[in-house]
């Protein structure tokens, strides 16, 4: 007897071991996973909400590079009820068949097949935790099930033209779900059969039946050319044994959706989508809405009073426009404009904060001016001082200066003016 798609026993498996080189000075003291977003989260949690508001409430994280703040993060946020059998818990790296840490994803899921043979499921979801987006993976698995691939990739529809930044999958036309080649970052793409003005690029998120991931992982690790990689060696592989499907992101219905943010997904590996992407935040309308409740983003924040909006010492009114404040913020007589204020922020009389990403604890003294900028947790910006007014100064005062945005490391030392 078939086993039916919701019948099907399913582990996820979050791939969070990410370095994020692109996104230093914000990565050298935590992996990319753990860099805080929109305030009060941590880019992961977007995956790992994705994961439960789907149902599968069985998950592994897989970690590696400075994982501390995010093994402390996951395991203090992230707790199931034991008595169902339920759990989200990382996974360190422990060089179980040799003296080697992981060297690509498909070598995560290699070393971790022990986390499979544990929990024999049916179906293994396979995501990483580093992009911001909704989507309802029992959707694709349904699809994965129905299509009878032993691998199914999503993908999200770009222009043509942005096809040599992605992983590209060229469909069948004959069979639109069916992955005919995968094509890493091509520069003379072929449009979809329904739109020759797209393509499909693949989301990092994957549905595998388990026999056949477990196989594919095994042949891999014996393969010394391999770079070890889900999206270009693992798919692949299916590809050729043309056991490979494709889920088109778009046919993916989340509850509460509006249509400004259906079918919204960001790869923030670079300062500047990652700062986009805080900006898609903070206008009246968002872009990607954080108050869908029918499918909340999971965090906790501790035990912050709420955010407070006051005059200061001087008797300056506090204001704000288009922005995000969290708990435990407090604005005293200054002015914040277009910005991401994460937890226990102060921003004191006459400052200035605008277009901006402030990190918990930072403070902002007294007609201090900050522009343009993104400053990690604990920053202390001295009274008067201006942070991204003058890039070159900037830059002078060993200040990070990319794309545009000046970046602050976590508690680095700023002086005075």
């Not at 009878?148 to 222009?159: E, L, S, Y």
């Not at 091509?186 to 196989?215: C, H, I, K, Q």
């Not at 500047?272 to 992407?277: E, H, I, N, Q, V």
């Amino acid at each position: 007897m078939s086993v039916t798609p919701s019948r099907k026993k399913v582990l996820a498996v979050v791939l969070a071991g990410g370095e994020g080189k692109r996104l230093m000075p914000l990565t050298a003291d935590r992996a990319k996973p753990a860099v805080p977003f929109g305030g009060i989260y941590r880019l992961i949690d977007f995956a790992l909400s994705n994961v439960v508001n789907s149902g599968y409430l069985k998950v592994v994280v897989l970690t590696q590079y400075k994982s501390h703040s995010l093994d402390r993060h996951v395991t203090t946020t992230w707790r199931m009820s034991q008595l169902l059998g339920n759990y989200v818990t990382p996974v360190p790296a422990q060089q179980r068949v040799g003296k080697r840490w992981y060297l690509g994803s498909a070598d995560a899921i290699y070393q971790s097949l022990n986390l499979l043979t544990d929990e024999q499921p049916d179906i293994v979801v396979v995501v990483g935790a580093d992009h911001v987006y909704r989507m309802d993976f029992a959707q694709m698995v349904a699809d994965h099930v129905e299509s009878g691939a032993g691998c199914t990739v999503a993908a999200i529809r770009q222009p043509i033209d942005l096809a040599d930044q992605f992983g590209v999958i060229d469909v069948d036309p004959g069979s639109p779900q069916r992955i005919r080649a995968f094509l890493e970052k091509p520069t003379d793409p072929v449009g979809l059969p329904d739109s020759p003005e797209e393509v499909l690029a693949s989301m990092g998120n994957y549905v595998f039946d388990a026999d056949a991931l477990r196989d594919a992982v095994t042949r891999d690790a014996q393969r010394e050319q391999s770079k070890h990689d889900m999206g270009g060696d693992i798919v692949p592989w299916f590809v050729d044994k043309s056991e490979s499907a494709v889920y088109d992101y778009k046919d993916n219905e989340v509850p509460g959706a509006t249509d400004r943010d259906r079918g919204y997904w960001r790869d923030v590996g670079t300062m500047r989508s990652y700062y986009a992407s805080q900006m898609d935040l903070v206008s009246p309308l968002p872009v990607f809405n954080l108050y869908n409740t029918a499918w909340p983003i999971y965090t906790s924040y501790g035990p912050h009073p709420p955010a407070k909006l006051v005059e200061g010492a001087s008797g300056a009114t506090g204001s704000t426009f288009n922005s995000i404040l969290s708990p435990g913020v407090v604005v005293s007589g200054g002015t914040v404009n277009q910005s991401v204020l994460s937890p226990a922020v102060w921003v004191k009389d006459g400052a200035e904060v605008s277009d901006s990403v402030l990190m918990d604890g930072v403070r902002i003294g007294e007609g201090a001016v900050v522009r343009n900028a993104i400053l990690d947790k604990g920053v202390v910006v001295p009274p008067g001082v201006q942070i991204g007014v003058d890039q070159d100064a900037d830059r002078a005062r060993g200040f990070v200066v990319d794309e545009g945005l000046t970046v602050l490391a976590k508690q680095q030392p700023v002086p005075e003016g």
